[in-house]
């Protein structure tokens, strides 16, 4: 196996280990959202995770049934270049984004994050 290869199922498995730690109550609330990998974000776009989708308090109504599941991508480039090589510091970036994108299912602003000191 590559490293390359490795380095991507390892960083997958801090996905699903992040995924993991949620809270039971958290994780049963979670709804109609996939969590994805991807290399890296669009072009121009610093980003290290997204969160695309109709936040879990704003669903409802005639049009909701039927959408397409919301979407959360962690993007694993500019999260290892961050970490440094750091293992340490990867797993705990990971987790970081993986959070602060299911708080955008949520509903929870990144103003708000800043505000509860979770940005």
Do not use: C, W
């Amino acid at each position: 196996m590559d490293g390359n290869l490795r380095d991507e199922l390892e960083f997958d498995r801090l996905v699903g280990d992040a995924l993991d730690a949620l809270p039971d109550d958290i994780r049963a609330q979670m709804s109609n959202v996939a969590v994805t990998v991807a290399d890296e974000p669009p072009p121009g776009q610093p980003l290290l995770g997204l969160y695309e989708g109709i936040p879990l308090g704003r669903r409802g109504g005639p049009y909701y049934p039927g959408v397409l599941p919301d979407k959360i991508t962690i993007y694993r480039g500019p999260i290892q270049r961050v970490a440094g090589g750091d293992p340490v510091r990867l797993r705990a970036l990971v987790q970081r984004v993986v959070f602060h994108e299911i708080a955008h299912h949520f509903g929870i602003s990144d103003e708000r994050l800043v505000e509860i000191d979770r940005y």
